[in-house]
């Protein structure tokens, strides 16, 4: 009874970290091994040094990770210096669609009844690093959205 009681509190205990971790690193804690980053992340964003944000540039950032980075190529790795160099969040598939585990609302049908291809909820891009500051406050962009009922969506 003693071990299976242990067992249970274990498990729970493991559980509530893995929770702790998530919700630490979702609400934008400092990657670390302590909320769960692997070694190959790690790594990567120690080799590549300070990220544009910090004053440093992209193609400084990347050349670092080439030349300093010593530990296993692996995705790991590859996304911390993505994480690092060009602010890529960690979601990012790397295969330039993007992938959301939640219903795509373009797609008008439930989330159980929608097909892995359907949450591929299109494009993803990364852009060079830029200040807000340096960005226009808007921007009209004209949209050609056709006539409503005569167009293959909403």
């Known amino acids: 009874m003693l071990s299976i009681t242990t067992e249970a509190s274990a498990l729970k205990s493991s559980s509530v970290a893995r929770s702790t971790r998530r919700d630490a690193l979702l609400a934008g804690e400092a990657p670390s091994a302590e909320i769960g980053c692997n070694r190959s992340f790690l790594g990567a964003l120690a080799a590549a040094g300070p990220s544009p944000y910090d004053g440093a540039d992209s193609r400084t950032c990347f050349a670092n990770f080439q030349t300093r980075y010593r530990g296993d190529r692996d995705a790991s790795a590859l996304r911390g210096a993505l994480f690092q160099c060009q602010d890529a969040g960690f979601l990012n598939t790397g295969v330039g669609l993007g992938y959301n585990t939640y219903a795509n609302p373009f797609v008008c049908r439930p989330a ?43």
């Open 112 to 154: 159980d009844r929608q097909s892995v291809r359907e949450r591929y909820t299109g494009r993803e891009f990364i852009l060079p690093n830029a200040r807000f500051t340096a960005l226009p406050s808007h921007v009209d962009i004209p949209l050609d959205l056709g006539t409503p009922g005569q167009r293959g969506f909403l």
